[in-house]
């Protein structure tokens, strides 16, 4: 393997596929990134086993061939680079490969490229396109929402359901759980259901690049493929049947409250300063177009009074504050809208104006009331 | 205690007198800090016993009084309030105190206020004054070379020597040395000589304010004070005799090179990509106007090859790569000089065409060689 690129965008494709690396596998060579010079490109793959990605950079080739490096050294390497022409010669009887530029010189010593598991690429009639920017801010409002306790691994994915040329997006740990839809295009006789762990989704959001790319979606029975620009993920899916969503979503609710989203937020922030980690629970009190917040703690007591517009009874329950902030983070619109069924159903918090997203909450047992 | 203040000033103050607090120490108090409201401030204190600061913001005061609250806490919450103005008030039946901005309200438990640790202000005829940004370059230049291990309490500290109208700052980990000199102003009769905890100056610069300001020290047998604005910091002093650095710095050479910083550093940062951690031994060779740096491990290779302008003998020698880094970090000159007398001799590296600061490295000695 013999090549000449430029270290910009050698660099990019390495960050890329950097993130399938695994660090902590036993099988050291998952440590490494697999380089393959062929025409005009060399290609880099990395695989954790659970994920896979595969990234490209325009490059003179010099002579066609392949070769499995430490991925941190060789991108920390390239990273600490001047913008300079960069050559990459592999030693096919050592496995070192040389990156030579200006009158310096760097020999890394590589791993059996031979030994590097294998990428095939997987093929299926089930495939959509979205737009980039689309399928991440729907990522990124419901991914939270997984859970991360291995235990039960249907809940540590999200669930993607294509029907009637849309798609709906849903994650749930139990405690609470968010839903976004999306309309997909030329996608009518399309019927999927599948569960792609939040961590592959987490990894995705990372390496989907300008925003105005389509992501291609490939689906097979056990996995899936994203493909945008010069880049592609493979990740395994989650076996199972995900929970029935639907079933958990009320249909009507006793009240009903409109409030600023930031108010919300701050207010929720501070009260929960005083709480304990991991048992941050808040007090809400809505009652005549107010919301009283209340903690109070060994360390202290928060009272925060916030106006709202409120509709129907008056009603009393307590939040996880976490759960609550999670939400409203990545809500997206300046007013919200909550309503509630009663003191201990779950409650839907969603953006005013918008009736393609919504979190469902569910509301904390106190123990002395 | 009671007053109103602004946020944004009282944030301020909490965020520089927190650098005092102590979260680790067995006494809770403390992790407080002290509020004293008192004519039109309020001042605030906090300690670790080591050192202490003092700040404070202006303030409404409504009825004067003194509070002490878990920093955490009041620094947190006053962080996240709106810009508008906050009432705080004691109640000095239970040491709690209510934070009350619009309609809302907080009240933290604090401590007993009678139980903070005393904080006198030292006064000494021993004082002089400094520009605010010569004093925070002069630490961030010296302050590195300074040891952390607390066996050999002498160089953790940083040497301050007033003699014949000058500063000099000095600190060594016995490895490597760094030394400033600073003309003062009207000190021809001070003669001093202090060794200033590092851990103090590294806090001391990151309150340090507005770069136009004066810092005024003082110094008692025992105690430095720094006063600066409305802000000022209190530490005890190390015991001990620093070591007669003059007596370390070669005063001759027999090879001279002068070189770009960053080529050198960007070299040193390459070369030591493939060495372990802890152990970043590079070999220079200097010869013939070229400086080639080598790196030969377990990893791989590298060899950097960089043109300098050289006078004297050709000459090979071994740094340790991170007390490299950290010199040439904080050196701030496009070029620097390097001198050595020897091998095994300590290398001086300093800014081309400045003679009052320099570093001593000593070579690392190569065990096959």
Known sequence: MKFVCDRENFLDALQVVQRAVSLKNP????SGIKFEAEENKVFLTATDLEIGIRSSAPAEILEPGNAVLPARY???????????????????????????????????????????????LPVSEFNFNIAADTLKEAIRQVVFAAATDENRPVFTGVLFEIQEGRLQVVATDTHRLAWRRIPLENCEDLDINLIIPGKTLNELVKIIGSPDSLVRITVTENQVLFN?????LISRLIGGQFPNYRQVIPQEHITKVRLKTKDLADATERASLLTKEGSSVIKLHLNDNVLIITVNTEAG?????????QEGEPLQFAFNARYLSDILRVIGSEEIIMEFTGPLSPGIIKPAGDKEYLSLLLPVRLREE
């Open 228 to 232: 945008t620009g010069d880049t592609c």
């Open 27 to 30: 099988l050291p060579i998952l």
């Open 74 to 120: 060789i991108t920390e390497l390239i990273r600490r680079l001047p913008d300079i022409p960069i050559f990459i010669e592999s030693d096919a009887l050592t496995g070192s490969v040389a990156v030579k530029y200006g009158q310096s010189e760097a020999s890394i010593n590589g791993f059996p490229a031979g030994e590097f598991p294998d990428f095939p």
């Open 301 to 309: 007591r928060v009272r925060e009074e916030l106006p709202v517009y």
